[in-house]
């Protein structure tokens, strides 16, 4: 009898190895309404959450994807009530201490993208250690999108071009696409293959604007805490029926 696809360890038989997104980008949406479902605080929900979040990181290990980037807390999340912004900042905080072994064990190189200046100095520095520590590894690229927005990181590019401009160091006739990318937060990271965004919502949110210009879009109704293998399994069938051409025929 052949395992459900949840329990797989190896890639499913009808997915093409050869043409698995390279870097898979996530919205992880739908934990508080997972936790009000079941009549329990959101915060509940946003445990589960962190536990989903590490079960798709073992499968991209198994199934050989190089790049796993997870939005976290956004630039707008600040605007949630203040007891489930401090758990949420705590969550971090306590997660990334408790797992930093396993993902040295793992192979995996952890980094963070955002405005780190405004969280709070243990979580600022539990976040530079995790870098420090897992700087060198080489199996999947595990990227954290906190206090991130898309809109201040493009504004932050132009500023920053813009001094060097000013400063003379900079003709600009020199500025093109190449250069605007190296000053965003993902300079060195490919542009996501495939965005998975859960429980039902169909829209960016603020998030990876320039990045994604050309890619694939997932959306499911699965609630971030449900989305297991099978439900990336799902995903990935999806992205592999699609041509993409990038703008040619």
Not at 73 to 81: D, I, Q, V
Not at 206 to 211: E, G, I, K, R, V
């Amino acid at each position: 009898m052949t395992a459900p696809s949840s329990l797989l360890t190896d890639l499913p038989s009808d997915l093409d190895a050869s043409s698995l997104p390279r870097h898979v980008a996530v919205i992880m949406d739908g934990n508080g309404r997972w936790a009000q479902q079941r009549q329990a605080p959101r915060v509940m929900g946003h445990r589960k959450g962190v536990d989903a979040l590490k079960a798709l990181l073992r499968c991209f290990k198994d199934w050989g994807i190089p790049a796993l980037t997870a939005y976290a807390f956004s630039t707008e999340n600040w605007g949630r009530p203040l007891e489930e912004v401090d758990f949420l900042m705590v969550l971090f905080e306590r997660v990334l201490r408790a797992e930093l072994k396993e993902l040295i064990r793992e192979d995996v190189r952890i980094r963070f993208v955002g405005d780190r200046t405004q969280l709070r100095p243990s979580l600022q520095s539990e976040i530079a250690g995790a870098m420090q520590a897992t700087a060198h590894n080489q199996g999947v690229q595990f990227t954290v999108a906190i206090n991130y927005g898309s809109r201040e990181e493009i504004v932050r590019a132009c500023r920053r071009i813009a001094l060097e401009v000013q400063q003379g160091n900079l003709n600009p006739a020199e500025i093109d696409e190449k250069l605007f990318a190296q000053h965003l937060y993902t300079h060195d990271l490919e542009d996501p293959d495939l965005l998975i965004r859960t429980s039902g919502e169909q829209r960016l949110s603020n998030y990876l604007l320039w990045q994604m210009a050309y890619t694939e879009q997932y959306f499911t109704s699965t609630l971030w805490p449900d989305f297991d293998r099978a439900a990336f399994h799902k995903a990935l069938l999806s992205y592999q029926e699609r041509h993409r051409r990038f703008g040619r025929l």
